[in-house]
């Protein structure tokens, strides 16, 4: 055998190794899954989370270089868009787009309109979503809080969702408000495009540092990498 072919085969032992740790990783691991892509070419589905630790490790390295958030506000946003991502079926990629235009991931933003938090909700809106929930209103304050923000703000789109049935219209009704994009509707006028673009955008953003990252903490996990610097 030749110094090629032998350079060949430890290449492909090397890589069906890799192949066997990753089936045993997901032995234990969720059903849901997203590709891996193993040097150089082979691809390989793991199960998302495989270990939950390093998915939300993902996305916390994620929101830190995607918004304008700290590492403190970054791990509670992670746990409050998963557990609203579950609850009213919503891709949490979306919301982490919604969050980063609204807000850039400031937790107490407040615009000059009085939109308050990190998905921008107005207390009136704020209101109404508590009723449709059942919880009781608080007042404002509410709105400061990570998980009741985003919680009530992605009930609040995923409502949208299911009146309009189309995602870039729910978008546009979220910013300008569903009466305003119903009128628009009725009298035959164009929607609005661009905060929907921003947020499609933003979430395509997102998404591709998220897969980086992810791929990245994997082969750190697994002895191959250095995680990368500024992700503590």
């Known amino acids: 055998m030749g110094r090629d072919d032998q350079t060949a085969l430890a290449s492909r032992r090397h890589q069906v190794l890799l192949i066997i740790i990753l089936v045993l990783l997901s032995y ?34 994620t929101l830190l270089q995607t918004s304008g958030t700290s ?27 919604i969050i980063t235009v609204e807000s850039n991931g400031n ?8 939109a308050v938090g990190l998905m921008q909700i107005m207390p009136t809106t704020g209101q109404s979503i508590a009723e449709e929930l059942g ?3 608080l007042g404002l304050e509410m709105l400061f809080d990570i998980h009741t923000n985003i919680a009530y703000g992605t009930w609040y789109y995923s409502s949208l ?28 006028e164009k929607l609005p495009r ?36 500024g992700c503590p």
Request: aromatic fraction near 12%.
């Open 28 to 61: 234990y691991a969720p059903d849901h899954s997203i590709p891996i892509v193993l040097p150089p070419t082979t691809v390989v589905e793991v199960p998302v989370p495989y270990q939950l630790a390093l998915f939300q490790k993902a996305m916390f390295c």
């Open 71 to 97: 590492p403190q506000h970054a791990r509670e946003t992670v746990r409050a868009i998963k557990k609203s991502a579950r609850l009213f079926k919503i891709d949490p990629f979306r919301i982490a787009g």
């Open 107 to 114: 937790p107490l933003a407040v615009s000059s309109k009085g």
């Open 135 to 137: 919880e009781t209103w």
């Open 161 to 188: 969702k299911k009146r309009f049935q189309d995602d870039r219209v729910a978008l546009a009704a979220y910013n300008w408000g569903p009466s305003h994009i119903q009128q628009r509707i009725n009298n035959q």
């Open 194 to 229: 661009l905060y929907p673009s921003k947020v499609l955008a933003t979430q395509e953003r997102i998404e591709d540092v998220f897969r980086n990252e992810h791929q990245e903490l994997f082969w750190w996990r697994s002895g191959h990498y250095k995680p990368r610097a």
